[in-house]
């Protein structure tokens, strides 16, 4: 049994004993989306267009994300349809600052990997830029909309006479403690994948305006921006949109 074998099955184990059946949907939901950006890969190599493949790929993520994620279908839609919004929202702003900031491709750090090869490889070093800065935000968005929509969502079920400004005001508070574990989590996230990159730096003596202009850091630096703008725009935007929904429903009662 190899190491990761071991641990996948550790994961497996704990999730199935803290959350039982949705533990399990969720564990599912892991393997799933690695098997979707695998196969996202593929068609990228094997010439599909890449637009093509994010306008396809990224609601079935959002799908597999929230849906095996939670075992309420109420939750589970108001998250979709919030976390889907932003997306399309946060991808015109992706679209934008990578076209003017020009981190695609490979970095000087790739340099000696890549001499004697041609990138003249067929494919569009920015189309792949945009598509991985919008898959690396789509994890944030997700937990942050379902986080908030399970949330009110207990709420109402607790207190059915709760008013639509009350409800907004408690998901005023409930999504400011989300933001502070949201933005902390994504912050650690970069730190931890972008450690050995910063000893690169240290170690070969960068100046501060050298790590500034350094392709690798500004595009690393940027999917962390992209990520804390979706979440800011995915905590109004579900109070709004659930507030809105179960008011609607109440009226037609």
């Given at each position: 049994?190899?190491?990761?074998?071991?641990?996948?099955?550790?994961?497996?184990?704990?999730?199935?004993?803290?959350?039982?059946?949705?533990?399990?949907?969720?564990?599912?939901?892991?393997?799933?989306?690695?098997?979707?950006?695998?196969?996202?890969?593929?068609?990228?190599?094997?010439?599909?267009?890449?637009?093509?493949?994010?306008?396809?790929?990224?609601?079935?993520?959002?799908?597999?994300?929230?849906?095996?994620?939670?075992?309420?279908?109420?939750?589970?839609?108001?998250?979709?349809?919030?976390?889907?919004?932003?997306?399309?929202?946060?991808?015109?702003?992706?679209?934008?600052?990578?076209?003017?900031?020009?981190?695609?491709?490979?970095?000087?750090?790739?340099?000696?990997?890549?001499?004697?090869?041609?990138?003249?490889?067929?494919?569009?070093?920015?189309?792949?830029?945009?598509?991985?800065?919008?898959?690396?935000?789509?994890?944030?968005?997700?937990?942050?909309?379902?986080?908030?929509?399970?949330?009110?969502?207990?709420?109402?079920?607790?207190?059915?006479?709760?008013?639509?400004?009350?409800?907004?005001?408690?998901?005023?508070?409930?999504?400011?403690?989300?933001?502070?574990?949201?933005?902390?989590?994504?912050?650690?996230?970069?730190?931890?994948?972008?450690?050995?990159?910063?000893?690169?730096?240290?170690?070969?003596?960068?100046?501060?305006?050298?790590?500034?202009?350094?392709?690798l850091f500004v595009d690393e630096f940027?999917?962390?921006?992209?990520?804390?703008?979706?979440?800011?725009?995915?905590?109004?935007?579900?109070?709004?949109?659930?507030?809105?929904?179960?008011?609607?429903?109440?009226?037609?009662?």
């Open positions: 049994m190899t190491t990761l074998t071991a641990l996948l099955l550790i994961l497996l184990i704990l999730m199935i004993i803290v959350g039982g059946k949705t533990g399990f949907k969720s564990y599912l939901s892991v393997v799933i989306n690695a098997c979707l950006l695998i196969l996202v890969a593929l068609l990228i190599s094997w010439g599909v267009n890449i637009v093509l493949v994010g306008v396809i790929f990224i609601p079935l993520k959002l799908l597999t994300i929230i849906y095996l994620g939670t075992h309420d279908y109420t939750v589970a839609k108001n998250a979709f349809l919030t976390a889907l919004c932003v997306s399309l929202i946060v991808m015109f702003i992706i679209i934008l600052f990578e076209n003017l900031a020009q981190t695609q491709g490979f970095g000087d750090q790739a340099g000696e990997e890549l001499i004697g090869l041609s990138l003249n490889v067929g494919i569009s070093f920015s189309q792949i830029a945009i598509l991985v800065a919008i898959f690396s935000m789509l994890g944030a968005i997700a937990e942050a909309s379902v986080a908030m929509s399970a949330g009110l969502l207990e709420l109402k079920r607790h207190d059915p006479n709760i008013t639509q400004k009350q409800l907004i005001r408690s998901g005023n508070e409930v999504g400011a403690d989300v933001l502070g574990t949201a933005m902390n989590t994504i912050l650690f996230g970069l730190f931890g994948s972008f450690l050995p990159i910063f000893i690169w730096y240290v170690r070969l003596n960068y100046s501060l305006f050298e790590i500034l202009n350094d392709k940027l999917i962390i921006v992209y990520s804390f703008i979706g979440v800011l725009l995915t905590i109004p935007l579900t109070i709004i949109f659930l507030a809105h929904t179960l008011t609607n429903k109440e009226n037609k009662k």
